[in-house]
């Protein structure tokens, strides 16, 4: 065998170990096996069955692997395997049982998983040029979406990200009857971050996903801001919102667009005098470079088995995929009409933050 083959046998071997334990993970928090654990403290396959309502035999095979793998530990070891026992490692159960968003790439992970397991209707849309909607990716791509960016939206929108809007952060925090949209919002935590940044300021989501919208209300109501917040099913371009808004935002979905310049163009039609529409989303290099760091390849994942079909779905696709650089932003925001195109001066790994003006 060439060296050639040696390597890409190598990477094969470390990249089947890779999607077993994504597998394997998710396994085990969609069909209860982290939670049972959680709640027993250590178990058997048995009992891990019985608190998850579930077959023991599948139970037994997911603990196996996972001790095998290194994710949790035997507690008491048995020659009986249904007598062993298991526990998770010191300092890691909080981790694997988040649904606050606290691990985001916990939920990274489960967002790419969505996508792997349509690999079939994945490889279809790709030999048609087809795509696929959001809502293939079912729930399980809605919620880990939601998790995954809502540490993000609670952490820094506030404290590092609206304040370089400059005079209209001043005017929104200090004026009565300031009104924001956001866009595009899914479980709505960008939403509530800003309507807890602008108390004085009424908050609209837009969404076209009904279940999004289901989702983010209730979000909302939990944190006490169901009266400040209204969440709809309804498009962006309804001319009764022209000239509504001081600030819209939309946050990492521009790059899903199927007509990103059309959803500008409506997004900038939202905008009072002395408006400004605050893109999130995230970025790339400013050229192309092979190899790439982690952080690239990763977002390419989301782009092959996500972001790219989701921006594939429906006629005059553009098909902008989720490696978009400053230069595409540009090119779509004067398109759509923006005079003034500024690249924020906010940190972030892999975002790029624009406030696009008239």
């Known amino acids: 065998m060439s060296d050639s083959a040696d390597w890409i046998g190598e990477r094969l071997q470390e990249a089947m170990l890779g999607a077993a334990d994504l597998g394997a993970i998710g396994l085990g928090r969609e069909v209860g096996y982290f939670r049972a654990l959680l709640d027993l403290g250590h178990a058997n396959p048995g009992e891990v069955a019985a608190a998850a309502g579930v077959n023991a035999r599948y139970a037994r095979e997911w603990l196996e692997y996972m001790a095998v793998t290194g994710l949790i530990d035997v507690y008491e070891q048995s020659d009986n395997p249904d007598a062993r026992r298991y526990a998770f490692r010191p300092g890691s159960a909080d981790a694997f049982c988040d649904e606050a968003g606290e691990v985001p790439d916990l939920h990274d992970a489960m967002f790419l998983l969505s996508g792997l397991i349509q690999f079939e209707r994945l490889i279809a849309a790709y030999k048609e040029g087809t795509g696929l909607p959001f809502s293939a990716f079912g729930e399980l791509g809605r919620v880990s979406q939601e998790r995954s960016t809502r540490l993000a939206y609670s952490r820094d929108l506030a404290r590092h990200w609206l304040p370089r809007l400059g005079t209209l952060h001043e005017r929104l925090l200090g004026e009565a009857g300031g009104r ?85 163009r409506a997004m900038r039609r939202l905008l009072r005098p002395g408006g400004v529409l605050l893109v999130g989303d995230p970025g790339g290099n400013d050229l192309f470079r092979a190899p790439d760091s982690d952080d690239v390849r990763l977002n390419y994942g989301f782009s092959l088995f996500h972001c790219l079909p989701v921006g594939m779905d429906g006629e005059q696709a553009v098909g902008t995929g989720a490696v978009m650089r400053e230069a595409t932003v540009r090119s779509y925001a004067a398109a759509a009409g923006f005079g003034s195109i500024e690249v924020l001066p906010i940190e972030h790994q892999s975002w790029r933050f624009f406030a696009l003006r008239d």
């Open 180 to 264: 924001i949209a956001d866009i595009g919002f899914g479980g709505g935590w960008s939403t509530i971050a800003l309507a807890k940044a602008y108390p004085l300021a009424t908050v609209d989501g837009l969404d076209l996903d009904p279940a999004s919208v289901e989702l983010a209300a209730a979000n909302a109501a939990v944190e006490g801001l169901g009266d400040r917040i209204q969440f709809r099913v309804r498009d962006a371009g309804d001319p009764d919102l022209q000239a509504t808004y001081d600030l819209v935002c939309a946050f990492e979905c521009l790059h899903d667009f199927t007509q990103p310049v059309q959803v500008l």
